[in-house]
T-cell receptor, first 108, second 124 residues
């Protein structure tokens, strides 16, 4: 079955750029969505369709998807960006929505 | 703007059926071009999609839960529901309902509005 692989944790200093990866076999052929989940809160969609931002999401959040890796990039990281981030795809072979295991972003 | 609110018993006994309801406000489920989804998250773990339903009743289910799962919709009440049978401790989780843009994108996923979640604990 299809597997999405995310690093368990990423650390970044305030004001720097964070990159969170999501690996999968030929994931570039799939559409990737990204969610932010702050502690004790419901997830929030931050990037959809690989690189589009929903209304209200800062331009600091961007996405890309090519080959075997999709990437969520957060520029000018702020303390409020500290959260768990999940990638998600639809796997047409198994008719299954799949989430990555999640990446905890720590702002130093 | 759509708002979603989950409700249901917080405690269910092993082998029994877990029933949850999501009430939608701020728009008509029938006139919104959305599927309606359930997603769960065991304590301290990641997200798992359960299934999605359209206002017409069409569904997508997680294959690993399909044999125990029923998702239904009542557009007159602006609600949709989940029933999961034969629950075990492994089904203990925070359950979220969400909007699913499957009607626009053609495939489930892309959950843009979420409820706050309801915790369901399976224990005797």
């Amino acid at each position: 079955s299809y597997v999405l692989t995310q690093p368990p944790s990423v650390s970044v200093a305030p004001g720097r750029t964070a990159r969170i990866t999501c690996g999968g076999n030929n994931i570039g052929s799939k559409t990737v969505h990204w969610y932010q989940q702050r502690p004790g809160q419901a997830p929030v969609l931050v990037v959809h369709d690989d690189s589009d931002r929903p209304s209200g999401i800062p331009e600091r959040f961007s996405g890309s998807n090519s080959g075997n890796t999709a990437t969520l990039t957060i520029s000018r990281v702020e303390a409020g960006d500290e959260a768990d981030y999940y990638c998600q795809v639809w796997d047409s072979y198994s008719d299954h929505v799949l989430f990555g295991g999640g990446t905890k972003l720590t702002v130093l | 703007q759509l708002q979603l609110q989950e409700s249901g018993p917080g405690l269910v006994k092993p082998s029994e059926t877990l029933s949850l309801t999501c009430t939608v406000s701020g728009g008509s489920m029938q006139r919104s071009n959305y599927y309606w989804a359930w997603i769960r998250q065991p304590p301290g773990k990641g997200l798992e999609w359960i299934g999605s339903i359209y206002y017409s009743g069409g569904t997508y289910y997680n294959p690993s839960l399909k044999s125990r799962l029923t998702i239904s919709i009542d557009t007159s009440k602006n609600q949709f529901s989940l029933k999961l049978t034969s629950v075990t401790a492994a089904d203990t989780a925070m359950f979220y309902c969400a909007t699913d843009r499957a009607a626009v994108t053609g495939t489930p996923g892309d959950f843009d509005y979420w409820g706050q979640g309801t915790l369901a604990i399976v224990s005797s």
